[in-house]
């Protein structure tokens, strides 16, 4: 496989699919390259849900699995570990990240969002996680790494959700929500790849409505109308579709230290 080619190697802002879409993203780059930033999006719900933790200065553990390996990994760092949604406990479920008391560190694991960032993390690239509700801060945050050197390139992934045989579905919430990542960016118009052109414009008439509505009003009657919400809905959840939508509610960008995602601010060193 060309690297070149299915890399959007002529562009310093590029956007795909899942993890593959990521390691061809960052073609040949070496390991622990200082030069390459990964924006990873999954907005139903890893990423919402981590943006709501580290709101609250919560550490939040990725993590891969869901068994006895997550509850070890809960334990050796003294975290709560999160739930499935239906036990109605700490889970992946933003809601209940917000309203959890005495939480200070949450193993959260998710088979697309935290797998994608771990695995990006153990190849040695910079991640950042970004949704709806914090993709104006993480737009500015990658225009401050852009800035820092024409060499630096940054890769919007999109994580998607999965078939029952396991293969990517792709999500549109999470096309929306790397589009906005990308809209937000100041300053580096020229430097976007096609697919990130289309993400962004994709994002913006997802905010577009016919019926006059307001920007956020109009995404957030998309979020749960798009299969990914109507499951959510479905199921009881509809307060996370909602937390989803809060477009630009959060100034904190969750960064990815030693295994775990923690805030920070516009400001602070990158």
């Known amino acids: 496989?060309?690297?070149?080619?299915?890399?959007?190697?002529?562009?310093?802002?590029?956007?795909?699919?899942?993890?593959?879409?990521?390691?061809?993203?960052?073609?040949?780059?070496?390991?622990?390259?200082?030069?390459?930033?990964?924006?990873?999006?999954?907005?139903l719900s890893f990423t919402t849900s981590v943006s709501v933790a580290v709101d609250r200065g919560v550490e939040v553990f990725p993590s891969p699995w869901r068994d006895e390996r997550a509850a070890d990994h809960a334990t050796r760092h003294g975290a709560t570990l999160a739930r499935a949604r239906s036990e109605?406990?700490?889970?992946?479920?933003?809601?209940?990240?917000?309203?959890?008391?005495?939480?200070?560190?949450?193993?959260l694991p998710s088979p697309n969002g935290s797998t994608i960032s771990l695995s990006l993390a153990e190849d040695g690239v910079a991640v950042v996680a970004a949704c709806l509700r914090n993709a104006a801060a993480v737009g500015a945050y990658v225009a401050r790494f852009l800035d820092e050197d024409p060499g630096h390139v940054v890769a919007v992934v999109a994580g998607g959700e999965r078939w029952p045989d396991g293969s990517l579905r792709p999500a549109v919430e999470d096309l929306w929500g790397g589009g906005a990542v990308v809209a937000a960016v100041e300053g580096h118009e020229h430097d976007l790849s096609p697919e990130a052109e289309v993400a962004a414009a994709a994002f913006r008439s997802a905010c577009d409505s016919p019926d006059g509505r307001d920007a956020p009003a109009a995404l957030q009657v998309r979020l749960r109308r798009c299969v990914s919400g109507r499951e959510l809905v479905s199921q009881g959840f509809g307060a996370d579709v909602e937390i989803a939508a809060e477009l630009d509610a959060s100034d904190v960008v969750p960064v990815l230290v030693d295994g775990r995602f923690v805030g920070r601010r516009l400001g602070e060193p990158l």
Do not use: E, K
């Not at 109605?88 to 200070?104: C, E, I």
């Open 88 to 107: 109605r406990d700490v889970s992946l479920s933003p809601a209940s990240l917000r309203h959890a008391p005495g939480l200070a560190r949450v193993v």
């Open 1 to 43: 496989m060309d690297d070149t080619v299915f890399g959007q190697g002529s562009a310093r802002i590029r956007f795909d699919w899942g993890l593959t879409g990521a390691r061809a993203l960052r073609g040949v780059a070496p390991p622990g390259d200082a030069g390459f930033l990964a924006v990873v999006v999954d907005v």
